[in-house]
Every structure is written in C-alpha cells, then in structure tokens.
T-cell receptor, first 112, second 114 residues
Framework: DGGITQSPKYLFRKEGQNVTLSCEQNLNHDAMYWYRQDPGQGLRLIYYSQIVNDFQKGDIAEGYSVSREKKESFPLTVTSAQKNPTAFYLC???????????FGPGTRLLVL | AQKITQTQPGMFVQEKEAVTLDCTYDTSDQSYGLFWYKQPSSGEMIFLIYQGSYDEQNATEGRYSLNFQKARKSANLVISASQLGDSAMYFCAMRYTGFQKLVFGTGTRLLVSP
C-alpha cells in the first residue's frame, strides 16, 4: 500500500536535547512538507521541499532543521533552540507543489 | 494577508441528516485552491474535497460537496446523510498560486449523534 509513514507516534524530549522525527513516503511524490499543530489551532508550515537536496523555510522554521537527501524521506529535527516544542507534528507530500497534499499519521512531541 | 475563518467551533447533527460547515476566506489573488480535510481523533488529516478558484461548478465527492460562492468568498462543506464515523474535526484550507503552503482555519468539531 502506498502512503506516508511517520515515526515515532509519541516522542519525549528532555531539556536541551535535539530530537528527530521521521517521515517516509512511497507515493513517488516530489514535494514534502512539515506542519505543526497546537491545541485548538490549525496547521502551520515549518519547512517544505519541492525536490531532493532543496528545501525552504515556512512560517515557523526557527528552532527546526530538515534534510532531503532522498526523494522518499524528509526528516525533521527539533533543536534545543525551539523553546516550545510540545505539539503534534504532521508530515505531508504532494505530486508537485501545486497539487493536493496528503498527510501522514503524525507524531506527538512532549517535553519532559 | 491570506486568511481562513471557520466561525463554528462545534456542530451537532443527527445521523442521516445533512450538515453544513462554514468557511470564509480572504485573499486578493485571482488564482487559488480551497480544500477540506477531516481529522479524526487519531490525528491524521484526511483529504476530502478540492475546489479551484476558476472552477465554475461546485466540487462533489460522494457525500461531500463544496458550496463555492466566489463573490462572498465562502467555501462551505456540505455533508449529506451524516454517519457516526463523520464525527471529527474538519479544517478548511487555502492554497494560493506561487506559495508552497496551505493556510488552515481553526477547525470545526462535528459530532454526529444516533
């Protein structure tokens, strides 16, 4: 089955620690995205990538970093510079940047 | 700035009835796309329906239809014959040409009762 997988489902971060969220897709989509969702709010874009080895900042990129070394993978690192990382993180992909975005199941990040 | 407004924090509907979820948007662009997503308690965002700004006919996908009124800048989602499994959060979103992001509303929680 084609789709988007995210792991882990739950992630706990200690103060000062960097953590990495995984996002993999086997849909052969060119574009991939990371969104953050806080309680009672819609999604906000963190980073996006249209092609391999290229990515752009979204609205709330501070404290986050990404890489796109393979077409199917777009990991997100939450660095210690992100002071309020507790949120639900959703990865999405689309055939190209103008098409419908399809989402993975999400990762919930909690700070210990 | 582009903005999506969903004024209904929660909606209740009885099974088998129709329900309309409101969405208004604000943009000065002529070319844009409007989306509705469903988010069940599991968290995954499920794509429901899409309407392009130049589409003259309202989009339909099974029990979902999008009531697109361009002059009023509204893109309401209509769910016909509600089912218990329709209980979820529903988000309206807009993508405007040239930008690589979706702008989301704050969502409407729909509860379908037997």
């Amino acid at each position: 089955d084609g789709g988007i997988t995210q792991s882990p489902k739950y992630l706990f971060r200690k103060e000062g620690q960097n953590v990495t969220l995984s996002c993999e897709q086997n849909l052969n989509h060119d574009a991939m995205y990371w969104y953050r969702q806080d309680p009672g709010q819609g999604l906000r874009l963190i980073y996006y990538s249209q092609i391999v080895n290229d990515f752009q900042k979204g609205d709330i990129a501070e404290g986050y970093s990404v890489s796109r070394e393979k077409k199917e993978s777009f990991p997100l690192t939450v660095t210690s510079a992100q002071k309020n990382p507790t949120a639900f993180y959703l990865c999405a992909s689309s055939i190209e940047h103008q098409e419908t975005q399809y989402f993975g199941p999400g990762t919930r990040l909690l700070v210990l | 700035a582009q903005k999506i407004t969903q004024t209904q924090p929660g909606m209740f509907v009885q099974e088998k009835e129709a329900v309309t979820l409101d969405c208004t948007y604000d943009t000065s662009d002529q070319s844009y796309g409007l989306f509705w997503y469903k988010q069940p308690s599991s968290g995954e965002m499920i794509f429901l329906i899409y309407q392009g700004s130049y589409d003259e006919q309202n989009a339909t996908e099974g029990r979902y239809s999008l009531n697109f009124q361009k002059a009023r800048k509204s893109a309401n989602l209509v769910i016909s014959a509600s089912q218990l499994g329709d209980s979820a959060m529903y988000f309206c979103a807009m993508r405007y040409t040239g930008f690589q992001k979706l702008v989301f509303g704050t969502g409407t929680r729909l509860l379908v009762s037997p």
